[in-house]
Each structure stands twice: as C-alpha cells, then as structure tokens.
Nanobody, 120 residues
Framework: QVQLVESGGGLVEYGGSLRLSCAAS??????MAWFRQAPGLEREFVAA????????YYGDSVKGRFTIPRGDGENTSNLKMNNVRHKDTAVYYC???????????????WGQGTQVTVSA
C-alpha cells in the first residue's frame, strides 16, 4: 500500500508560478506521476518521475513549462508549474504505481487532489 498526500494548490496569476508537492508513505512505488482534471474533461497526464529520480517525462500541454526537480523520486514528487495559463486550471492529482505509462488506469494509488486556479 502507498499513501499519497498532496499540498501546494491554490490561486495563481496568469503567467505566474506554483509548486505542488506529493509525499508518499508505505511501500515505495516505481513511478510517481501527476495528472489533472478540469470540469467536464477526462483526467490528463501531466508529468511522471522514476523512483530513482533520474527519469522524467511530461505531457505535451505542459512540456517546457512544468518541471519535476532532479533529486525527487523515492518518496516525494514536486511539480513546479511555471508560466501558467488558464487551461492549467484543474484539480491536480498525485499518483503512484509500478508501470511505465501515461494512462491513468495504470496507476494503483491516488492522492485526494488539490485545486489549482489560474486567475486573470
């Protein structure tokens, strides 16, 4: 079992920055990831990090703007959001699992979600 706790959501101005954090406890997952879901839309892959912290990959909509710092990995994942846009407004979820995938169904454990709202 893996327990995930997210923090850091809130209101951010258009073009600004925000950092989300996810702390994992229990069994160490192979991969930690971030997804987001806006009202009326499907859950979307944002970014993922290997347990070692050496491998990261990003969804096309956030590539070049969002990063996961090197050094994160085994039990933590921080998502640094830069140059945020209105389309980034969503509930952000931390996820953990044991498959290399961008598909939400491939993740076994989920946090409770944290709201990010980009203001004008």
């Amino acid at each position: 079992q893996v327990q995930l706790v997210e923090s850091g959501g809130g209101l951010v101005e258009y073009g600004g920055s925000l950092r989300l954090s996810c702390a994992a406890s229990g069994r160490s997952p192979l991969i930690m990831a971030w997804f987001r879901q806006a009202p009326g839309l499907e859950r979307e892959f944002v970014a993922a990090l290997s347990r070692s912290g050496a491998v990261t990959y990003y969804g096309d909509s956030v590539k070049g703007r969002f990063t996961i710092p090197r050094g994160d990995g085994e039990n933590t994942s921080n998502l640094k959001m830069n140059n945020v846009r209105h389309k980034d407004t969503a509930v952000y979820y931390c996820a953990a699992g044991y498959q290399w995938t961008r598909d939400a169904t491939g993740f076994d454990y989920w946090g409770q979600g944290t709201q990010v709202t980009v203001s004008a």
